[in-house]
């Protein structure tokens, strides 16, 4: 089932996704929806490197790395965690394979 995410509302990760990032349990808010791999920061001046790190590195070349590229990405707002990670851009791939 297709979820149509929008801005402002709140999110929790799905028991049984297949996502090697370890997401924190809790509610994310998401704050943006932009069309393409992001361009300008909106909260810390790493937050686009680590997003290519995370979710585009090592996938160059295969088509995964194109659909994620120009396809949405999603800019939540993190429950609190260990890791402190407070924002992150997330491409739609990995949206719908971990939220609800």
């Not at 393409?36 to 909106?42: L, M, Q």
């Not at 194109?66 to 990405?73: P, T, V």
């Amino acid at each position: 089932m297709m979820i149509d995410y929008q801005v402002g509302e709140y999110y929790t990760i799905k028991e049984d996704h297949d996502s090697v990032y370890d997401f924190p349990d809790g509610e994310y808010k998401l704050k943006i929806i932009m069309e393409g791999f992001p361009e300008k920061v909106i909260y810390t001046e790493d937050e686009l490197a680590i997003a290519e790190e995370l979710w585009l590195e090592g996938f160059e070349g295969l088509e995964q790395y194109k659909i994620d590229l120009e396809g949405n990405w999603y800019y939540f707002e993190f429950p609190e965690n260990k890791n402190k990670v407070e924002y992150m851009w997330i491409p739609e791939s990995i949206v719908i394979d971990v939220f609800e």
